[in-house]
C-alpha cells in the first residue's frame, strides 16, 4: 500500500499558481495587521502611538542606550575571538563506548 505524500512526511509542493497566490494571501494579512497597528485606534490611541509612547520614556531609552553599548562589546569580542589564530590540535576527551544492552557495561567487573 502507497502512502500518500502528506502521510510520510514529505514536503508537498504546490504548483507555481498556487505558490504565488499563496505568497500573495500571506502578504495581505501582514499589510491588514500593518493597517490595523497604525490606524485602528485601541482606547484614545492606535497601537503605533501607545509603542512611541512607551518607548519615549526615559527608561527605554537608557535601557536602549545600554543595549546598544552591550551589543557593540559582544561584537567587538566576537571579532576578536575570530581574529585569534586556532593553534594546535584540540584535545578531545575519549567518550565512554557503547555496548549492547544488557545488566552491566562496565569493563571493571569481572
Known amino acids: 500500500m502507497q502512502q500518500s505524500r502528506l502521510q510520510s512526511g514529505l514536503p508537498i509542493r504546490l504548483p507555481p499558481v498556487l505558490s504565488l497566490g499563496k505568497r500573495a494571501a500571506e502578504s495581505l494579512i501582514v499589510l491588514l495587521a500593518l493597517y490595523a497597528a497604525v490606524f485602528v485606534p485601541l482606547g484614545e490611541r492606535t497601537l503605533w502611538q501607545h509603542a512611541c509612547a512607551i518607548l519615549g520614556t526615559p527608561e527605554a531609552q537608557r535601557a ?12 567587538r569580542e566576537l571579532s ?12 578531545v576527551p575519549d567518550l565512554p563506548r557503547r555496548g549492547r544492552p544488557g545488566p552491566s557495561n562496565n569493563d571493571d567487573e569481572p
Open 64 to 75: 536602549g542606550r545600554e543595549l546598544t553599548i552591550a551589543g557593540g562589546r559582544m561584537l
Open 80 to 91: 576578536d575571538f575570530q581574529a585569534r589564530p586556532v593553534r594546535g590540535k584540540p584535545q
